[in-house]
């Protein structure tokens, strides 16, 4: 089964790597789809996104970067998948996961969101949370991949400068 994991990813970190790891063991192909929402102000390009993701997921030969724009259902039916996972970190994710998934479904019936809870130690970690930490000066190694810190400290500079 192939299946598509959908996010900001800005930037990834050990707890979507987590999610990855685990959907590479239990299916045949995981798409990982960055929101191209140019709405959103984020951090990392899309461009800048996707290299990382590439970067940290080399290792997988059954996972592929991608990225979306638009309707996660009809992205979805353009990639011929069905099957979204989705991460739940605590019980706060639920009422928003819960909404997302219900509304995929009114739009398009056969969609189906999995579910698959978050490891407990990567229960309070977010992009947000990262990127604050590393705005501040603290330590984020056990947070992202040396990459990830590494380019995030770049941004971090550049925008003082
Ligand atoms: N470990 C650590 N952090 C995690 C995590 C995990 N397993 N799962 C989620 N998070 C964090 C993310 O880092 C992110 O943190 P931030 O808010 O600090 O940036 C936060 O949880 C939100 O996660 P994310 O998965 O990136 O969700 P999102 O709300 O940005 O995007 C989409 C979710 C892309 C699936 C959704 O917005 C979408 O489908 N959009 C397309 C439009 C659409 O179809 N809309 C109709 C459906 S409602």
Do not use: W
């Not at 990262?130 to 810190?149: L, Q, T």
């Amino acid at each position: 089964m192939v299946v598509i994991y959908p996010g900001s990813f800005d930037p990834v970190t050990y707890g979507h790597l987590d999610i990855i790891d685990r959907c590479s063991k239990k299916f045949d192909k995981v798409i990982v789809s960055i929101l191209n929402n140019t709405s959103k102000k984020n951090m990392f390009t899309i461009e800048e996104r996707v290299q990382l993701l590439e970067k940290v997921l080399e290792k997988y030969d059954n996972v592929e970067v991608d990225t979306f724009s638009g309707l996660l259902v009809d992205y979805a039916r353009q990639k011929g998948c069905s099957t979204m996972i989705r991460g739940l970190r605590a019980v706060s994710d639920f009422e928003y996961e819960m909404q997302m998934a219900l509304v995929n479904k009114k739009l398009v019936d056969d969609i189906e969101t999995l579910f698959m809870v978050s490891r407990g130690r990567y229960a309070y970690l977010s992009s947000s949370i990262v990127k604050e930490v590393a705005i501040f000066g603290g330590d984020i190694s056990c947070f992202v991949p040396e990459i990830v810190e590494k380019e995030l400290r770049k941004k971090i500079k550049g925008g003082n400068e």
